[in-house]
């Protein structure tokens, strides 16, 4: 089925059945692989995306239900003020490890505070508890958020 | 006489009529007794006729219409296990005194039904009689199928024999002494089962008559949505009322604005018959959502239109633990709204929140939408549990959409923990669910 979304702000066609999930399109499709496959089943948080500015889990959305709605990857989080003050902050604390889950992570981290900024601890817990790190980074995804958050070091 | 005698007849004959009135009582009014127009025969009914097939395929094939027939008749749900093959039985059903198998339907001579004749068919489907004379037990539904008409019946048998013969026997049922008695089930169809022919009512219309004939004879909805009675009948009484079969709550259907399907539009219901969701009505799962895909999804419009015009006219009953008005959308914070519950809150932050949101109205579709549903403003949370345990996969026309099982993912305690918090979060009166509770709902499903 010939589909059109828009995608970091541009128009993006293509052709897929309309219940293959958006994250299959994002890779397969349109090799955009930043955004990560993980367990599948909206468990782990890699394949995060943003629909209109919220979180969801692109391995069970089907491309058919995005609709007209504007999808944000890791590509283009950056040009957003919060996605390029977390990016920031992920560089200055060295969150990352090997990596694999941490575009989700930037994805949910984001929309948290873009929709609450002064993100809070338990805030934190609500947005980030679904995105698993095997590594362990916990500790300093939250403390790159607060700095994100506070413009200062954590 | 004697007066010790006229003593003794007198007591003999009040409890004669006791017991004959006890039994009525115990039986009940019929499924269609609620419409109390004028009855007649089918053969004597010159409206459009309420049986058979919709227009589109009064040209077909005897197989094609039966078909049609038997998707209406939802045979395949409950003769067709979890991966196996159609029709070729198997599916378990768990009850507190053991386990009981559907069989194969397939034409195997050995272990389907190859060897039955017309009049074995209809036995089996009208009465509940074996090929081999042995009683069915009324987990085959004969006690609605016996309202379908012969021509219908037989159409169905000749849309089974024209699949492959599969040899499958059935796995042996469980049931313990005196259930396993299947002659015993004698006495249950002479008081339960009618054994009669849909009779139209001319005092309503065509549509209501075709609607009526689809839900009774064929998509036998009161089988899962009418309480039963002590001697597992339905209680037609409370026709429509809603009940707990296999571990899910079937709700009310009747025509009660505040807990019935009263309130809901002719589209919404449409929408929920035809794709398994109607927007701020929910989604169904379980053996609504099996009953959605393999038979009202794959039914003509009409006949959809039907069936929402006969549902209309069942009287209304409330469900008296049921809230008056559904819950609203939930606070945007996961701060607000809900009852304390670290335990609950942790499973759903995990593992719940990316699909269902925190106001329970879903990012993601409007399938995956937690407002509206009557699940979740169930007092009881049994269908939360249960979707939470074996998750559910909707294809709607437009997109496919799957939860994912968390049954082996989290413990009963775990489960019940995050359903309590999801009925107080999203409904009107939040569960006390307890691990032994989930323990049980796992129990009570049939696979």
Redesign the interface.
Known sequence: MATTLTINGEQRSFDAPADMPLLWVLRDILGMTGTKFGCGIAQCGACTVHIDGKPVRSCVLPVGAVRDRAVTTIEGVGSTPTGAKIQKAWLDLEVIQCGYCQSGQIMSATALLAATPHADDSDIDAAMAGNICRCGTYVRIRAAIKQAASGRQA | MSAAARIVLSVAAIVVVALVAGLWIIRGPGPLAFADGPKIALADYHGASPTGVPASLAQASLVERGAYLAKAADCEACHTAAGGKSYTGGVGFKLPFGTLYSTNITPDRETGIGNYSDQDFLNAVHRGIRHDGARLYPAMPFASYTTMSDDDALAIKAYLFSLPPVHAPAPANTLTFPFNQRWAMMFWSALFNRDSRFEPDISKSPEWNRGAYLAEALAHCGECHTPRNLAFALDNRQKFAGAVTAGWRAFNITSDKATGVGAWRDDDLIAYLSSGHAAGHGTASGPMAEAVDHSFSQMASEDIRAIVAYLRSVPPVTSTDLPATLAPPAPAS??DGGAPNARGK?VF???C???H??TGES???P?ATLTGALAVNDPAATNVAQIVISGTRR?TA?????M?AFGN?YSDDEIAAVANYVTARFGAKGSKLTAQDVAELRKQVSQ
Do not use: F, R
Not at chain 2, 398 to 402: E, G
């Open positions: 996961h701060k942790m932050e995990g593992a929140v990316s699909c949101g925190w990012p993601v579709s399938v294809n437009a997109d496919a959409l799957s994912p993912a």
